[in-house]
T-cell receptor, first 116, second 113 residues
Framework: DAMVIQNPRYQVTQFGKPVTLSCSQTLNHNVMYWYQQKSSQAPKLLFHYYDKDFNNEADTPDNFQSRRPNTSFCFLDIRSPGLGDAAMYLC???????????????FGDGTRLSIL | AQSVTQLGSHVSVSEGALVLLRCNYSSSVPPYLFWYVQYPNQGLQLLLKYTSAATLVKGINGFEAEFKKSETSFHLTKPSAHMSDAAEYFCAVSETGGFKTIFGAGTRLFVKA
């Protein structure tokens, strides 16, 4: 089945120690998204890629970076994690056609990040 | 700018009872609307989407939603709740001219035996 896969499902890191979360997709979708979701809240968009074009949300901290080396993979780098960065991180994809507005997003199962 | 408002952060129903989760939208153009479900420790899964083809949209797991322009609403319903429906439900609208999705705050559905 075509899908969005996030690894690892659970990640523990130390305060200030860089961490990378990964996402891969077999859907061949142009658009990939990274969301942060805290308990009982809606997902908060951090950034998205349309092909190789990177789009950062205005309120995404500089501490968060992303890389998309090819269509299938996307990475989230947190350079110096703080306690407030503990959350579920969700990767999603969608088709980037001319009718992109009506395309749903396909989500991975997320990586739950804990900060010690 | 588009937005959605979900009325009620928590809804509790008995097994077999009607499920009604409320969503109102704000959009200056015809909206594209979605309902997603999230089970514990999982990502979001699309339940259904409205793209102007029909006002009553049927989704997975027996859910449906009706688009009412006069009320700017897109409420989600299911005739008979099942224990497995207990989850968080998000109403969402597509951004005009872009690929972003704006999510509501979510409604947690509890189903009592």
């Amino acid at each position: 089945d075509a899908m969005v896969i996030q690894n690892p499902r659970y990640q523990v890191t130390q305060f200030g120690k860089p961490v990378t979360l990964s996402c891969s997709q077999t859907l061949n979708h142009n658009v990939m998204y990274w969301y942060q979701q805290k308990s009982s809240q809606a997902p908060k968009l951090l950034f998205h890629y349309y092909d190789k074009d990177f789009n950062n949300e205005a309120d995404t901290p500089d501490n968060f970076q992303s890389r998309r080396p090819n269509t299938s993979f996307c990475f989230l780098d947190i350079r110096s994690p703080g306690l407030g960065d503990a959350a579920m991180y969700l990767c999603a994809t969608s088709r980037g056609s001319g009718q992109g507005r009506n395309q749903p997003q396909h989500f991975g199962d997320g990586t739950r990040l804990s900060i010690l | 700018a588009q937005s959605v408002t979900q009325l009620g952060s928590h809804v509790s129903v008995s097994e077999g009872a009607l499920v009604l989760l409320r969503c109102n939208y704000s959009s200056s153009v015809p909206p594209y609307l979605f309902w997603y479900v999230q089970y514990p420790n999982q990502g979001l899964q699309l339940l259904l989407k409205y793209t102007s083809a029909a006002t009553l949209v049927k989704g997975i797991n027996g859910f449906e939603a009706e688009f009412k322009k006069s009320e700017t609403s897109f409420h989600l319903t299911k005739p008979s709740a099942h224990m497995s429906d207990a989850a968080e439900y998000f109403c969402a609208v597509s951004e005009t001219g872009g690929f972003k999705t704006i999510f509501g705050a979510g409604t947690r559905l509890f189903v009592k035996a």
